[in-house]
């Protein structure tokens, strides 16, 4: 008789093995690659023109198309991946500030009528990863940023009063048969935040950014062409005047949960729900991708209630109850401390335009020491910017680092440790890529989310996280 077929043996054998699986895993095997010294991929024409040259552009249930990183269309100075990290740890940072101000119930902008450059209205920051469509008709295809921060749709126009430079040509609404201007009397009008109104009674739209950027000019509606879909009279902004640290894309398109948003005027068209997959840039020459309809949604999501605040109707609020480190809850992180409170004030955001997730300050300090009590073993290295906890891991071709894992109300999510674990240049430097707010808001930006569809389900009031969703 072999031992294998002893039953008290295979009892022992299958309680081992059953309870294995169903410990929490405490580490990850990472592989350190640091920043290329080549430059990042940089979508060609030629590659943008498979968008463009469908014949058989139809009204359909849903569309898909490519997202790219917007470091990708820079034309600043930068010309190293460590100098554009730098910038992008910049606007990163220009943009928590101001998320952050406008949540506090602070703003930066003094009141001013519409003609003047500080034109305070909407106080947002702009995204970091755009995709391809078309505008008007016949359509005219331009880059435009995504960003879940803010609502209104807009990209630059002829004739432009000031117009900063941009990979394509810029709009001209008079080659276009379906641009309508918007009466100054209209609803939609009436649903901007600081509307104006033309000499010819129509409607003007003003919108201005974190960064002092802003943008101003005509609010008209028109047709959005897709891969193979299109959608009939969305209200834009026909910017003529759109200045500050605005680059590469045409304009943005609003994804937030405000009136004026492009999946809250598309959304009977497309059930209320989008996801997306980010790739970071770095990463990939590969695009990744945004879908809106029956689509988005993923068999293999866990799935977290949207939360309301109506204090403030764009943002993606999210119960963060908890987070693990190394298979361990951490104590300390209570869900008290990602509450919202009765005036509107903390909370969690979804937010693909900040880059590092900012975690309320008691909160980072304890996800941040109990990932160097399972770090030890790592070399550390040098702060860089605005991250306190680095590595030096030059040499290094596989290395064990604690795993992440945040608790929402209903969906644990557990990060890629390339998603917290960063290179910050081409030595071997890695960081962990949380930072601290001193407020009780907090936001979970899109290195976190690099390579997890997130499914908003708008109709169902849930927020959706497939792990490997880019697939």
């Not at 901007?192 to 101003?216: A, H, I, M, W």
């Not at 509606?221 to 834009?236: D, H």
């Not at 401390?337 to 909160?363: C, E, M, Q, Y």
Request: charged residues 15%.
């Amino acid at each position: 008789m072999g031992p294998y077929s002893n039953p008290i043996l295979i009892f022992l054998f299958l309680s081992l093995l059953s309870l294995s699986l169903s410990l929490p895993l405490q580490y990850h095997s990472f592989i350190p690659t640091s920043l290329s010294s080549t430059p990042t991929h940089s979508p060609t024409l030629d590659e943008s023109l498979s968008l463009e040259n469908e014949d058989d552009v139809a009204d359909t249930h849903s569309l898909s198309l490519q997202l790219h990183h917007l470091d990708s269309l820079s034309t600043t100075n930068a010309t190293t991946p460590s100098q554009l990290f730098s910038l992008r740890l910049q606007r990163d940072a220009s943009r928590v500030e101001t998320l952050s101000s406008l949540v506090a119930g602070k703003s930066n902008f003094p009141a001013g009528d519409f003609t003047s450059s500080v034109i305070s209205g909407l106080a947002y920051g702009s995204g970091e990863y755009f995709t391809r469509l078309g505008v008007g008709t016949p359509p005219k295809y331009s880059y435009m940023v995504l960003d879940t921060g803010s609502d209104v749709v807009w990209l630059q126009c002829k004739p432009c009063l000031k117009c900063y430079s941009q990979s394509d040509p810029v709009f001209d609404p008079t080659e276009s048969s379906s641009f309508v201007g918007i009466g100054c009397g209209s609803p939609l009008c009436r649903k901007l935040d600081s509307p104006g109104c033309s000499r010819k009674k129509k409607c003007l739209y003003q919108v201005q950014y974190g960064d002092g950027s802003f943008t101003v000019g005509r609010f008209a509606t028109e047709t959005l062409s897709f891969r193979k879909s299109k959608v009939n009279n969305i209200a834009v902004g026909c910017g003529q005047d759109n200045e500050g640290l605005f680059v590469g894309a045409a304009g943005l398109l609003g994804l937030g949960r405000g009136e004026l948003s492009f999946p809250s005027q598309a959304g009977p068209k497309f059930g209320s729900k989008f996801s997306y997959c980010l790739v970071d840039r770095s990463a990939s020459s590969k695009p990744s991708s945004i879908v809106f309809g029956e689509s988005a949604i993923s068999k293999t999501a866990v799935f977290t209630p949207l939360k309301k605040n109506p204090k403030f109707d764009t943002f993606y609020y999210i119960d963060l109850v908890g987070i693990s480190v190394g298979g361990q809850r951490v104590r300390s992180i209570l869900p008290s401390l990602f509450k919202t409170d009765v005036s509107g004030n903390g909370g969690v955001i979804l937010d693909s335009g900040t880059s590092v997730t900012r975690l309320t300050r008691p909160a980072y300090t304890a996800l941040r020491d109990a990932f160097r009590a399972g770090a030890t073993h790592l070399k550390s290295a040098p702060n860089f910017s605005l991250f306190d906890t680095c590595f030096d891991l030059s040499g290094k071709s596989e290395v064990k680092v604690p795993t992440v894992v945040m608790h929402f109300t209903g969906a644990d999510v557990s990060f890629p440790a390339s998603n917290y674990l960063i290179p910050v240049d081409s030595s071997g430097t890695f960081c962990f890529a949380f930072a601290g707010t001193n407020n009780g808001f907090s936001i979970i930006g899109n290195i976190q989310q690099q390579g997890i569809r997130v499914i908003y389900d708008l109709a169902g009031s849930r927020i959706g996280f497939a792990p490997r969703g880019c697939t």
